[in-house]
């Protein structure tokens, strides 16, 4: 099988993997900020499939109808204001992606291999024209595994509670967890070399603080990593 180039060049991609809710979305982008990298969610990814499908009524067990849209549609990997995108058919659907029914669906349709084959491709896509921060579920485990910059982001399930409540979604985490760490297709796992971070008690400046002297050990190449020390309690 052919290398992309993001496989040769996987010192340019770090990886933040992690449950729902666990902080990791917060931490990539502004890692991503701080590094002058691009920010990947590639759950956006399947959510822009997931809404995609839905709009034509199409139900995750139906694997051909699936197969048949994906195979039809156009989807577009883009970068705006240092963030990546995905269009479907030339539609934005950033503003639906947390949409109810996409939330009580997405896990369904992202355990299908042909949706994280599709979801892969178009992230080694992106790294392969761009230094990036992609946060996800596989991202160290199985999309890049042949990157040394791979970090696991997570927190007790109660304060994850607390983070969907406060973003006014209605994730059932304890499902969430369930469908992403049993699914057949690359569960969500802790890759042996990732460096593992409880977001539970900190915050998003010490995370990133954290990661950042981890990449600055691991000589992360060419980057000039600036740290920014507080305070406890400012």
């Known amino acids: 099988m052919a290398l992309h180039v993001s496989d040769r060049r996987s010192d340019r991609v770090v990886a933040i993997d992690g449950p729902a809710a666990s902080g990791k979305s917060s931490v990539a982008r502004e890692l991503a ?33 699936i197969c048949a849209a994906l195979d039809a549609a156009a989807l577009t990997c883009l970068v705006r204001d240092s963030e990546s995108r995905i269009l479907v058919d030339g539609r934005d659907p950033a503003n639906h992606l947390r949409d109810d029914r996409v939330n009580k669906t997405v896990s369904r349709v992202s355990r299908l291999a042909e949706v994280r084959q599709i979801v892969s ?31 696991y982001i997570h927190a007790t399930p109660e304060v994850r509670l607390k983070r969907r409540a406060a973003q006014g979604e209605r994730d059932e985490i304890a499902m969430r967890d369930h469908d992403d760490v049993s699914r057949a297709v690359s569960p969500l796992v802790i890759a042996p070399d990732a460096h593992v971070i409880d977001t539970s008690h900190v915050t998003i400046e010490q995370v990133v603080n954290e990661i950042l002297m981890q990449l600055r050990e691991k000589r992360l190449p060419s980057v000039d990593v600036h740290i920014t020390m ?3 309690g400012e």
């Open 33 to 65: 900020r701080r590094l002058d990298f691009i920010y990947v969610n590639s759950g956006g990814f399947y959510r822009a499939i997931t809404w995609y499908l839905l709009r034509k009524n199409i139900q995750p067990e139906e694997n051909d109808l």
């Open 121 to 151: 491709q178009k992230l080694h896509d992106c790294a392969d024209a761009h230094d990036v921060v992609i946060e996800g579920r596989d991202i160290g485990s199985v999309v890049f595994p042949g990157t040394p910059y791979k970090f």
């Open 230 to 232: 507080r305070a406890p």
